[in-house]
């Protein structure tokens, strides 16, 4: 490192203790203190006999000589007693490293061996600072002329700030130096001559080129002499709050370890403690720590493997009482403190003094922050006075962290496990926060699997009737009207020129035609389009020359074709509206009936669109985080499900008339009392039934919509009507209970009967309730509480 104290100051300068003889002189005349005056004449009366402290000082030996007569007229400037605390140095001017008076308390600081005032304030990083010391001694001197021969006052400081290290903690200190020139004086050898105007334009412009400054004053017409003290002044406490400032503006500067351990070394110097470790525990929600899923910051002592492995919670914890009172709680020994689990733990990790500060924003406590100890008594009610301009600080930056981290956890959801219902999206947030968790540790840590066990399905379809065969035929209809178009252009084209082979268009297009009123077949529309397409149109180009009769049919063809598909659309477009409305229609009702269903108990909700709509529900402890799940729940969300398919059937019935093609819905429901897991596939980005006998399930819900009745050759479902279908008696009886309770209320008609059905592929043993809606009930028109559904429920089972 360059030595910036080398002797490269253009002035020549000396030490001397005359500014200050004359300094104290003065007093003696001035001063009204008697006890002042005899001490002044002493020292004037010693230096009678010390000539050589009048004259300019080379060497201190010097002043070695007359120990008891220098430290006495030092004593004008520092008092003895006020030398084992304040830092005082005597210098020559500019001379830094040429030091001939020190206090004790300066001696302590070492600010000028070993280049250390150049380490500690370059570690900094302040270039100023290092310029000051190198070419700026320079600037200030020929300030200092100007100032005093020429009354131009540049008002030049800057302060520098001495970072080092404490030699009995080992921590980092600041201190603040200041130079006084309150004995230091300028020396005019010769003529003061006046400044040139245009060179000083120059200086303003570039005040740290000394080759203009040089141009600008004479060095050899002054010289510096006195000494120039130097006065050090501990700002620790406001430098490291200023640098935690700065630190914790950063939004990840409490997530990366690094960062997170200067934050904590500085901490560690700002209570002068170098065995304090810090950690932050957030809160997960109002005044709550849920161990298993809260973020670890730093060296969080709560959240410790160690420790969350023989704490039950924080029940009657020191952490249950800062939140209870918001305020810094300290326990100076936990040897001598009554422990619970927590406090228990805390020992087994080596704490024996811990305080625990609330952390606030905004009113609201959102974490509690740790200072914990190996020792006992290191944190106290006095040095913890000192956090008081620090906490606020950490409470933002946990703020803006926490929010940051729940980015990261919702990039890693929508990357891994795409939208999630609400429900459930806490055990989501769980898993992407272990695995952010892991991957510090482990760069190809997996996500966990998410099996959420012993839930109670729930579904229900609305289907619409005969729907493929609606389809069918509509596409029938537009393939017809497509050939009998072309047929007319093709006619038209014969009747101007008798060619064969129009003829023998006309009878492929008749054999089309004829082949579509036996039925549609498999490859049927992709044939009849490319036929059209490769050999009709194409000669278009070719017979639209031949007269106005083939010009309009042709005219008549392209208008009737859909311009984005290139052929006809029209029954299938009605059909395609009609079914989009409608489920637009149902889907919305059901969207709005969520909302009172989420209030009985949160549960999985999903729901899809097809030929109609189904929606799938799950209910049971592993979906709700807080709530505890109670069978009631259950009966209270099947009321809620039978009352909403009746809903939907009224619904569609009042929609029907406003369809361009009238569409009848078929209701059903699929009954299950015994729970399952179901299991979320990251490939497949969706919640699915786990294990082989859950997979039964499933089979039944993708095929009892085609299910028949027992004897009769007649499908389950009809429009209208509700089908319940079942395997158990006990269900049957449930589900009786509840159409009696809906047929009270006018939802359903006294028209239930039970029904055994065929068997399926796979699926044997199904039964089923079916019972009519009451369409034009009045009861449509409003709707039962969560409150309503909940007394339904327990008159049925004091009826039970």
Known sequence: MENLFSDNFPFKVYFSLKPIIDRIWQKLEDSPNPYFSEIARKIMRDLENAPELFEPIYDSQVLEKHRDLVDAIFSAVVSQ????????????????DDIYFESNAFKKLKLFENDNFLKGISNRGSVVNSRWLSEGRSVYAYITILKK???????FEYPVIYNYTDENTGLERYARIRMFPWFADIKNLGVVKPISEEI???VKDDMWNLDLWSELIDIKNFEFYGFLLFNAVDITNEEIISSLKHDLIEKETLLVPQKFGLVQHKLRSLLKKPDIMIGIVPLTGKNDIKFEHSVKIGNSFLLDEKCMGNCC???DSVYEKVLTKPEITIINNLDNYSCGSVEKGLKELGVKNIALAPLVY?????AIMEFASPNPDDINELNALKLTDVLPLFALCVKRSLEEFDTKIQAVINEKFTAIHPSV?????RAAMNYLKAEQKDEFAQIEEIVLKDVYPLYSLSDIRNSSNIRNEAIQSDLRDNLMLAKEVISSAGLYKNMPVLDHLIYRIDKRILALEAGLHSGDEAGIISFLKKEIEPLFIKINTYGSKVKNAITNYNNSIDKNLGFLYNKRKDYESSVARLNESIAELVDEEQETAQKIFPHYFEKYKTDGVEFSMYIGSSISENEKYDAIYLKNLRIWQFLLMCKIAARAEQIKPKLEMPLELAHLILVQNVPLSIRFHLDQKKFDVDGTYNVHYEIMKKRIDKAEIKG????????GKIAVVYTQNSEAQEYMQYIDYLQSKGYLDNDAEQIELENLQGVYGLRAIRVSVNIKSDVFNGELSKDELTKAVRELAAAE
């Not at 030398?83 to 020559?92: C, H, L, M, S």
């Not at 999206?425 to 947030?429: L, T, Y």
């Not at 009769?712 to 009809?718: A, D, K």
């Open 200 to 202: 000083f334009a120059k």
């Open 712 to 719: 009769r050759e007649e499908r389950l479902t009809q429009p």
């Open 425 to 429: 999206e806490w055990r989501f947030r």
């Open 313 to 315: 919670g924080i029940t």
């Open 149 to 155: 021969f020429y009354n131009i006052d540049f008002n």
């Open 81 to 96: 007693a006020g030398r084992e605390f304040d830092y005082y140095a005597a210098v020559t001017p500019f001379k830094m």
């Open 362 to 366: 905004e009113d609201e406590t959102i």
